[in-house]
């Protein structure tokens, strides 16, 4: 049995927990910027519950009924914020017509609401209904979202404390209504069973915020990394990530005897265009250039940035004739391509081709794109050509 002072060190830590919580969150959002959107959302929720909380610690039956609605009202609050930052963090569209509805319903049951036992335990019925629908919402996008990054398992650790939040208030709406009197029982925290209540909730708040950081560290983690493998100005693959996938393409060729082709491709004349207009001028040309090749690549080719004005192009399972015809698309594509003045008069490339051969490495394979592509080059430029047979 807890004692009333026991109760009261319980809501204090449950408070504590919270500030803390809620102070960290916003640490997230404004200075290390983690995830800031969903951070924001989080700090702005564990607010709002903290107020909530307060109001709620007063709440007796003597007490104002106000007392009820408001401390309902920013409770729920929090929790649909809790829920906007989860959307956030996951990186999943809101569906706005649920939530309109569902704020609309819960606004209007409260003002509905008088002053009197049978709103107390309608208004009971309704916030935990409401907080089940918005916990079982949260948890449907954690389990979908890691679901398809790190399977099931995972997906169910994640969403579980979510459910459990859902479950439990699913119960709390039940035990309202079957209760004789819930106004103390379990719409208040003046009672002793309100102990069992607070502990779940320490508890799982806990939980959640542990497996909320962790997700929001690993998207960090996630952007580092794509930053050091991607270029930064054209957003292609980096040229250490584009060598590993040729290692991985050449044992997968060994292996299986899959053909795989490579181009090399370098823009025509973009020394003298940067001379003439300056590196502002060609970077907007590498830009344009890869918006270009992207378009035209097949889904599963690898488009990489190898320094200055070269790209690479992996071609997996293509031979050279196929390569062929891929090459001369990019080609034409880019001469096509109307562009902003001066870039256009420039932009135009030449292409060597290779297509690998059984017992060449990594390095000689390269090595005859590029003897090909200054064939290419020393052709006229604006050409394709392909590498000799060794």
């Known amino acids: 049995m807890q004692t009333p002072t026991d109760i009261q060190q319980l809501i204090a830590f449950l408070m504590l927990l ?6 960290g969150w916003a640490v997230m959002a404004w200075l290390v910027k983690i ?3 969903a951070s924001k959302f989080f700090a702005l929720a564990h607010i709002q519950v903290l107020f909530g909380m307060l109001l709620l610690q007063q709440r007796t039956e003597a007490a104002a009924f106000w007392y009820w609605q408001l401390s309902d009202l920013l409770i729920l609050s929090g929790f649909f914020s809790l829920y906007l930052g989860i959307a956030k963090l996951y990186t999943k569209a809101i569906q706005l017509q649920f939530e309109v509805l569902l704020a609309a319903s819960c606004l209007l049951a ?17 916030f935990s209904l409401v907080s089940m629908a918005i916990f079982a919402r949260c948890a449907q996008v954690e389990w979908q979202t890691i679901r398809q990054s790190f399977g099931q398992f995972y997906a169910g650790l994640f969403a579980a404390p979510l459910c459990l939040f859902s479950l439990f208030f699913l119960w709390r709406s039940l035990d309202t209504l079957l209760q004789p009197n819930p106004s103390i029982a379990t719409l208040s925290l003046q009672s002793s069973e309100s102990a069992k209540q607070l502990w779940f909730f320490i508890v799982l708040i806990l939980i959640m915020n542990l497996n909320l950081v962790g997700y929001a560290i690993s998207r960090l983690v996630s952007k580092i990394r794509q930053l050091a493998d991607k270029d930064l100005l054209t957003g292609v693959w980096s040229r250490r990530i584009i060598m590993q996938q040729l290692e ?3 044992r997968d060729s060994m292996r299986n ?4 082709t490579v181009l090399l491709l370098d823009l025509d004349h973009f020394k003298q265009l940067n001379d003439q207009y300056g590196h502002a001028c060609g970077d907007q040309a590498l830009q344009a250039a890869t918006r270009v090749f992207q378009q035209q690549l097949r889904q599963g080719d690898w488009l990489g940035r190898f320094g200055g004005e070269e790209f690479v192009v992996i071609l997996p399972d293509t031979a050279q004739a196929q ?6 698309r990019l080609r034409l594509s880019l001469a096509e391509t109307t ?23 990594v390095p000689e394979l390269l090595e005859q794109a590029d003897q090909a592509m200054y064939r290419a080059k020393d052709s006229g430029r604006n050409a394709i050509c392909c590498a000799t047979a060794q």
Do not use: N
Not at 339 to 361: D, K, N, R
């Open 18 to 23: 919270l500030m803390v919580s809620g102070a």
């Open 110 to 126: 409260y003002l509905l609401l008088i002053d009197g036992p049978a709103s107390l335990r309608l208004g009971g019925v309704v």
């Open 35 to 37: 995830c800031p959107k």
């Open 339 to 361: 562009v902003p003045a001066p870039i256009s008069s420039a932009l135009t490339v030449s292409i060597g081709v290779a297509e690998h051969h059984s017992g060449q490495s």
């Open 323 to 328: 390569a062929l015809e891929i090459a001369e």
């Open 248 to 250: 991985y393409y050449l």
């Open 257 to 260: 005897q899959r053909p795989f």
